[in-house]
């Protein structure tokens, strides 16, 4: 059941920009995106709801085709902490009990 | 927001012994989980906590190795029982119910060592 994440990983410059994808095997109700920073705990960035209804952050979106089963998030103007482990979290029927995909590790250099 | 606070922080254990972890939650909270994350890897969900009753566990995971209690809105238990190396890892215990619909809080986790 754990969604695939690709890339696994990416090395980005001050202001690039960056895609990340997410791919479930399932049918979903939500998608969400947590990032880690190494030996912290995830921290929430963005939900996307079924019916196409998004919250989460001001400077990073995301996106949710819900007939593929896939979201995408976009980080765009990459800043120095945006580095860290992100990873998507399914939701299959609203219980909020996630599945968290493989990871996709970013690091921003200067 | 939800504050999590679990313990221990970190243990070494030894092989064939049991730890208990607490979480600790600052507000009630109806959705906790318990959730795994070895080195390097993505976090795997254990079992979801139900108030008075018993935790509902995922594929993988059964009660005898992971009990769980949830005595009330605020607190719950994760044992690790009959513990051995590949249970070393990171568990995460997570709550439901931010100002976004669906939002989870972690508390910072338990890095658990076994020799």
């Known amino acids: 059941q754990q969604p695939v994440q690709s890339p696994q990983a990416v090395i980005l410059r001050e202001g690039e920009d960056a895609v990340i994808n997410c791919s479930s095997s399932?049918?979903?109700?939500?998608v969400h995106w947590y990032r880690q920073k190494h030996g912290e705990a995830p921290v929430f960035l963005m939900i996307?709801?079924?019916?196409?209804e998004q919250k989460g952050h001001e400077k990073i979106s995301a996106s949710f085709n819900e007939k593929k089963q896939q979201s995408s998030l976009y980080l765009t103007a990459s800043q120095l902490s945006y580095s860290g482990t992100y990873f998507c979290?399914?939701?299959?029927?609203?219980?909020?009990?996630?599945?968290f995909g493989t990871g996709t590790r970013l690091t921003v250099i200067p | 927001s939800a504050v999590i606070s679990q313990k221990p922080s970190r243990d070494i254990c030894q092989r064939g012994t049991s730890l208990t972890i607490q979480c600790q939650v600052d507000?009630?909270?109806?959705?906790m989980f318990w959730y795994r994350q070895q080195p390097g890897q993505s976090l795997t969900l254990i079992a979801t906590?139900?108030?008075?009753?018993?935790?509902?566990?995922e594929s993988g995971f059964v009660i005898d190795k992971f009990p769980i209690s949830r005595p009330n809105l605020t607190f719950s238990t994760l044992t690790v029982s009959n513990m051995s190396p590949e249970d070393s890892s990171i568990y995460l215990c997570?709550?439901?119910?931010?100002?976004?619909?669906?939002?989870?809080?972690f508390g910072e986790g338990s890095r658990l060592t076994v020799l």
């Open positions: 997570s709550v439901g119910g931010g100002s976004h619909t669906g939002e989870l809080f």
């Open positions: 979290g399914t939701d299959q029927t609203g219980a909020n009990n996630l599945f």
């Open positions: 507000s009630q909270v109806t959705m």
């Open positions: 996307l709801l079924k019916g196409g």
């Open positions: 906590a139900n108030q008075g009753s018993e935790a509902t566990y």
């Open positions: 399932k049918a979903l109700y939500s």
